[in-house]
């Protein structure tokens, strides 16, 4: 069973993630200070790595915490498959419970054998419709990652590629758009709301974050109106 990240945790990734805009000037070095960010949120991950691509999936930059990320890396590029390309040509997240146990991408996990890396969560790095390449968190046991891990590294991953196609479009960004501002607030505003039910009803994240969906669906509404109404207090006793 996965460990979650803690709130307060999360909502300080996000306001990193904002801070780097503000400060970084190089895309080499926002990826690398990104892959930290990263592998410091999510328990139990011992390497972290960030890839852009591009559109032939060949590798334009990259930034990682560990040497293993680079071996697992590279060996993604020269064998062409792996869990990091198979998120950025899918768009969508790709999690490895227990690497013995896979069946996908036989050349990779053959070349990775002798890595202690067990459990694999990658997600893509979407600008738009644009994706940019993938973000990338290896552990060296089974089990370290579940689905609630993949939801953690996507609300990572959104406002971390919009960030990095700030920094592609303007290589000394001196302000953040409002495109970004709102993605960061958004998720900075789910974050509480989670907090709050968690608080409200005793219960734990995972299920907070279900509860804040269904009230979505039931009420038509995007997840951030919701999640601003819990923290007004203006939902029904029961919600």
Known sequence: MAQQLPLDELSTVIARIQGLLLT???????????????????????????????????RTSSGYTDSIVRQAD?????????????AWAAEE???VKDLANESRWPEWRKAVAGLPITSVVSAPLMAGRETLGALK???????????TSVRL?????????????????SEAPQRM???LQASLYSRDVVNRACGALMERFGIPHEAA????????RDENAAL????????????PAGS
């Open 24 to 58: 970084e000037e190089k895309v080499t070095t926002a990826v690398r200070l990104l892959a930290q960010a990263a592998k410091e949120s999510v328990p139990g991950t011992i390497g972290a790595g960030v890839s852009l691509l591009d559109a032939r999936g060949r």
């Open 74 to 86: 590279s060996t993604q590029y020269e064998c062409g498959e792996g869990p990091c390309l198979a």
């Open 93 to 95: 997240p790709v999690l």
């Open 137 to 147: 968190l290896y552990a060296a046991t089974p089990g370290v990652y579940d689905e």
């Open 153 to 169: 590294l996507q609300l990572f991953a959104a406002p971390a590629a919009t960030l990095l196609a700030h920094i592609q479009a």
């Open 177 to 179: 758009t409002e495109g």
């Open 209 to 216: 974050l279900q509860r804040l969906i269904k009230l979505a």
């Open 224 to 235: 951030q109106h919701v999640s601003e109404r819990v923290l007004a207090g203006t939902l």
